[in-house]
């Protein structure tokens, strides 16, 4: 599965769902188009739903699991989303070498920061807060 642009006749323009033989995947494509057209979206915003439908349709086909099923278990697609790293969504890393950066507690530091510096909140203590 892959999002796609597509351009009509009149030149507008929206993106839509490509299935491994490269044929429209009909169910997104009906979704994507009143998007844009039914619900006025922008072109922007077909491209990024067309992208998370593709990678939640390749989810599926992985998991042998058919729209409808996968939606039923949308927090195991959310699961996987949240740790099977980007490898593992079928598509090519647009920059490689370029590392993935994560941010939250415990994640290490990313591009030479030290700890202390990715920490957003002040330490307070009474009246007087330090970093």
């Known amino acids: 599965m892959r999002a796609f642009p597509v ?8 993106w839509t769902v490509l ?3 490269l044929a429209v995947v009909p169910v997104a494509d009906g979704f994507l188009r009143h998007l844009r057209f ?12 067309a992208h998370s439908i593709a990678l939640f349709l390749r989810w599926c086909a992985r998991t042998g699991r058919d729209w409808p099923a996968g939606a039923e278990a949308l927090g195991l697609f959310m699961t996987w989303l949240a740790h099977a790293g980007p490898a593992a969504s079928g598509v090519e890393d647009p920059l490689p070498g ?11 530091p990313a591009r030479g ?3 202390d510096q990715r920490d957003p909140w ?10």
């Open 7 to 14: 351009t009509l006749p009149s030149g507008a323009q929206y």
């Open 19 to 21: 299935d491994q033989e």
């Open 38 to 49: 039914g619900r006025d979206a922008g072109e922007s915003t077909t491209k990024s739903y």
């Open 98 to 108: 370029v590392g993935l950066v994560l941010t939250g507690p415990g994640a290490p």
């Open 113 to 115: 920061e030290r700890a």
């Open 122 to 131: 002040p330490r307070c203590a009474g009246w007087w807060c330090t970093r």
